[in-house]
């Protein structure tokens, strides 16, 4: 019986430990090899032992000679990079260096760029010819965010609006090897040869916003108006989204420099119907900066504003609203519990014809209040992702403590409170949150005399873009409150709307 006993013993201890095995293959892993061979030819090659039973220290010896080296690769690999922008350029469009070879954010993109042009030969060798040409005397290989108003979207950046171009060269009219910088302004020298490669007429600085907005179809139908307009063609024999007429191609060709061209739309438009650039700011801050259905309606709807200069413009978001919802906006009604009922908008045929402006405030403030109080259905929603704020000013024993703080509104509940207390209608934002289109935050503040809320805010999530700030009864944001919204967009990674 013992001799069974130890025979056993014996055998059981001769059996592998797969606990062991599980752990080596994590720290061959770790090491970024493949297999126990190659895991031994490493050893040999750095002076490690080629045992695979090693103690913890030992394996965290190897674990930091592994960290170095890849560090050391990737410094190597950075230099070589810096010292060479047109060699790396070649082994990336010859396919010798991929996204996981190169370090730069640049390099990783112009990788992605690459990739994505595989079957458009041409558009690819066009790319290759800018990039060739400017990467070594200009700035506009850079990836830092080029239009404000358009957030972090995709393509906004000079590299983007490089790539844009690219996707244009059967209609450049002269080559890149011709042009040569005049400025060290990164804007002024995209803009310089955006024209130099399509335009024999003067082209308006804010048309330079196409060229930012990816290369989706949509985004090309826009860049063909700056070649349109290069040609010295009008604005509007261009496929627009709106009618326009030669009055309102004038004033569109008269718009601020640092506009977007979807706000020079709505400036044409609004100027042509004796608007003014404090009322087009306005209508910039609402859904019809970008939205262009509904255009005869909406003229009519301007036109009312223009008519009644004395409105109090912070009016023009929520009677934008009020009407949309009115007008446009199919209803979902709680009938039963967990009961729904789609409904057509509640007045599809209304109209601006012998309204007043005090009639139609009242409108929009009974709207606001039955938003408030009228059953709706219950809805809950995923974080936006973006960081909150907390910010401390003053002491309490300085009698001057200050906690600002901004936080996401994540229930159509939390949106309906938010609305009582600022007298706004972000109740009505209740399914874009849902759907993840855009994203409402409230600034609140704090003192040693109670919480109180201050400002309501939108995000449109995709832009990574503030475009509305409001107070109560939708007043404008101080010059306080405005630095607490810029050092919070710093740290979230957000923009802000230069109309917010």
């Not at 957030?151 to 996707?167: I, K, P, S, V």
């Amino acid at each position: 019986m013992a001799l069974n006993a130890s025979a056993r013993k014996s055998k059981k201890s001769a059996q592998p430990d797969p606990d062991a095995a599980v752990s080596l293959q994590r720290h061959i892993e770790s090491l970024g090899l493949k297999s126990v061979d190659e895991y031994a030819a490493w050893c040999v090659r750095h002076g490690f032992s080629q045992s695979s039973n090693k103690t913890l220290f030992q394996r965290e010896l190897e674990g930091r000679t592994a960290r170095r080296i890849i560090a050391d690769s990737r410094l190597s690999q950075s230099k070589r990079e810096h010292r060479s922008f047109l060699s790396t350029l070649r082994d990336i469009f010859g396919d010798v260096l991929n996204e996981q070879q190169v370090t730069t954010p640049a390099l990783k993109l112009i990788c992605q760029s690459c990739k994505s042009l595989s079957s458009q030969g041409l558009v690819r060798q066009a790319f290759f010819n800018l990039l060739t040409h400017v990467g070594d005397t200009t700035d506009l290989t850079q990836t830092q965010s080029a239009i404000p108003q358009y957030g972090r979207q995709e393509g906004n950046t000079y590299l983007g609006g490089l790539l844009a171009l690219a996707h244009h060269t059967a209609e450049w009219i002269r080559q890149p090897s011709d042009w040569h910088p005049t400025s060290h302004n990164i804007g002024r020298q995209f803009q310089s040869l955006a024209r130099h490669l399509f335009a024999r007429w003067p082209v308006p600085a804010f048309m330079d916003s196409v060229w930012f907005q990816g290369t989706s179809r949509e985004a090309q139908q826009k860049q063909r108006w700056f070649v349109h307009l290069g040609r010295g063609e009008n604005i509007r024999t261009a496929p627009l989204p709106i009618p326009y007429s030669k009055r309102m191609s004038h004033h569109f060709m008269q718009a601020p420099g640092d506009f977007t061209v979807e706000d020079t739309l709505r400036w044409g438009q609004i100027q042509a119907l004796g608007g003014n650039a404090r009322l087009v700011k306005a209508i910039l801050g609402t859904r019809l900066r970008t939205e262009y259905e509904h255009d005869d309606f909406w003229t009519t709807v301007f036109q009312f504003l223009i008519g009644n200069p004395m409105l109090d413009l912070a009016q023009v978001e929520p009677i934008i609203d009020y009407l949309q919802y009115q007008k446009f906006t199919p209803q979902e009604i709680l009938v039963a519990p967990g009961k729904l009922e789609r409904r057509p908008p509640p007045r599809p045929n209304l109209t601006m014809k012998g309204r007043t402006v005090d009639a139609l405030l009242r409108n929009v403030d009974t709207w606001h209040r039955k938003l408030a109080t009228t059953s709706q259905p219950k809805a809950e929603w995923s974080a936006a992702g973006f960081r909150g704020l907390s910010f401390v000013e003053g002491t309490s024993e300085g009698n001057n403590l200050k906690i600002w703080t901004i936080s996401e509104l994540l229930s159509s509940a939390a949106l309906f409170a938010e609305g009582r207390k600022l007298r706004r209608c972000v109740g009505s934002y209740a399914r874009s949150c849902e759907q993840g289109i855009c994203s409402i935050w409230t600034l609140e503040l704090e003192t040693l005399e109670g919480r109180s809320k201050v400002l309501t805010l939108e995000i449109r999530n995709a832009l990574k873009l503030l475009v509305q700030a409001r107070g109560k009864c939708n007043r404008l944001p101080t010059e306080k409150e405005r630095s607490i919204l810029h050092r919070w967009a710093e740290q979230a990674g957000l923009q802000v709307a230069n109309w917010a």
